[in-house]
C-alpha cells in the first residue's frame, strides 16, 4: 500500500507492506484522512528521546525500533474494508472514526498505531485497529470532520478527570485542538470564566470562537496576573468564581510552564497537564506545597468522553471546519510537518492518503 514513511529524520512517500492479518476483535479500515497531532511532532523531532522516555516510563503503547521506519497517524476516519472475528457492531462499508489502538497479535500487548514498525499509522492508505475503540460516523458528518473528535476528546477527558464544576474557572494555556476540546468541555461544564493563553493570533481567534469569554496573548498580558485583578476588583465578568477553583489546564507542552505555574496560580488552586515536554523537566516540589497546589497528570475517572466530542461535531456545536487550517496528500506531508514547527496560522493539517 502507500503511505508516508517516517525514517532517520525524514519523510518519504513509498510503497509499504500491509499491516498484520486481523486478529480477533480488530477492523480494516480505508483511511480517508488522518490529522497531524502534537505527539506526532514530538515523535519526529527527537524519536530516539520519545522512545526511551516511554521505555523507561514503563508505556508500551508507544515504543519501537527507531532504526527501522514507522508511518504516523492515529486521528484516523475511513471506511471497515475487512471484520475480524468477534466484531458485530460493524459492516464493511460503514464509516467509522476512533481511537487508533491495536493490540498486536503476537505479544497481546495494544499499541498505539504509528508507533510501531508493524501496526502502521493513518498517513497511509489502510489501518488495522482494535474495534472497542471505534465508533460509526454520524450521518451528517463528514469524515474530515470526524477525525477532530480524537484530538478534541483529550480536553473532554482532562476536564472531567480534574473535577471543575460549575463554581470554578478555567485557565487553558496553549490553544492547539487540545486546548480548544478543553475549552469546550469547561463551557459545557458551566465553568464560571474560561480564559484562554495562547501566543499565536489564529489559535487565539479559533479559542474565542470555541466560547473562551478572555483570551490573551501571553507575550502582553500574564493570563494569572489578569485573573487576580479581576478578583481584586469585584469585576462583574468574575462575579463570585472567586469562591470556586482556578484550575489551568497546560496544554502547550512548552518547557518550563509547569514550575511558573506552580509558583504564580492561586493558592488552593489546581494544574491538570493535558501536553506536557519530554525533555527533563525542573520544578521545586516544595513550592506546591506551599500554595497548597494539586497537580494531576491526567488521574481520574471519565466517561465517554469520545462520545461526548463525537456527538458535538455531529450536532454542529464544534465550528470543525475553522479548525482544519490545512489539507495535503502524502507527497506534501514533510512540508506539513515543517509548517507545524511554527503554527502562527496553521492548527489541524490534515492528511488525505487519496489526494493526489
Not at 514503563?58 to 471497515?80: I, K, M, S
Not at 489502510?126 to 451528517?140: E, F, K, L, N, T
Not at 473535577?163 to 476540546?181: F, Q
Request: charged share 20%; with cysteine.
Amino acid at each position: 500500500m502507500r503511505a508516508v514513511q517516517y525514517a532517520d529524520g525524514e519523510f518519504t512517500p513509498a510503497e509499504v507492506a500491509e499491516p498484520p492479518a486481523l486478529g480477533p476483535g480488530q477492523l480494516r479500515i480505508a483511511v480517508h484522512a488522518c490529522g497531524i497531532c502534537g505527539s506526532d511532532l514530538s515523535m519526529s523531532k527527537d524519536p530516539c528521546r520519545f522512545v526511551h522516555v516511554a521505555e523507561a516510563g514503563g508505556y508500551p503503547l508507544a515504543t519501537f525500533d527507531t532504526e527501522r521506519p514507522v508511518v504516523l497517524g492515529h486521528e484516523y476516519a475511513g471506511l471497515v474494508t475487512e471484520i475480524g472475528t468477534g466484531v458485530t457492531d460493524f459492516a464493511v462499508g460503514d464509516r467509522v472514526a476512533g481511537i487508533g489502538l491495536a493490540t498486536d497479535t503476537s505479544t497481546g500487548i495494544p499499541t498505539i498505531i504509528g508507533y510501531s514498525n508493524e501496526y502502521h499509522g493513518a498517513f497511509g492508505e489502510s489501518i488495522v485497529v482494535d474495534a472497542y475503540w471505534v465508533r460509526q460516523v454520524p450521518a451528517g458528518l463528514s469524515l474530515e470532520h470526524a477525525t477532530l473528535a480524537e484530538p478534541l476528546h483529550v480536553g473532554e477527558m482532562h476536564v472531567q478527570q480534574s473535577g471543575l464544576t460549575a463554581a470554578d474557572s478555567a485557565l487553558v494555556i496553549g490553544c492547539g485542538t487540545i486546548g480548544l476540546g478543553a475549552i469546550l468541555a469547561a463551557k459545557a461544564k458551566g465553568a464560571r470564566v474560561v480564559i484562554a493563553s495562547e501566543p499565536s493570533p489564529k489559535r487565539r481567534e479559533l479559542a474565542a470562537l470555541m466560547g473562551a469569554d478572555i483570551v490573551v496573548d501571553p507575550a502582553a498580558q500574564d493570563p494569572i496576573a489578569l485573573w487576580n485583578s479581576l478578583v481584586a476588583e469585584g469585576n462583574t465578568l468574575v462575579g463570585d468564581a472567586a469562591a470556586g477553583v482556578l484550575i489551568a489546564y497546560e496544554c502547550s507542552g512548552r518547557a518550563g510552564v509547569l514550575n511558573s505555574l506552580m509558583h504564580e496560580m492561586p493558592f488552593n488552586s489546581r494544574i491538570q497537564v493535558l501536553a506536557a515536554p519530554f525533555a527533563d523537566e525542573t520544578i521545586i516540589p516544595v513550592v506546591g506545597q506551599f500554595r497548597r497546589i494539586a497537580i494531576n497528570f491526567g488521574h481520574g475517572p471519565y466517561e465517554n468522553a469520545y462520545d461526548i466530542t463525537l456527538d458535538r461535531l455531529a450536532r454542529g456545536i464544534v465550528d470543525a471546519e475553522a479548525i482544519i487550517t490545512g489539507r495535503v496528500g502524502l507527497d506534501g506531508v514533510a512540508d506539513a510537518f515543517a509548517t507545524l514547527r511554527d503554527p502562527k496560522e496553521h492548527v489541524k493539517i490534515l492528511v488525505l492518503p487519496n489526494q493526489e
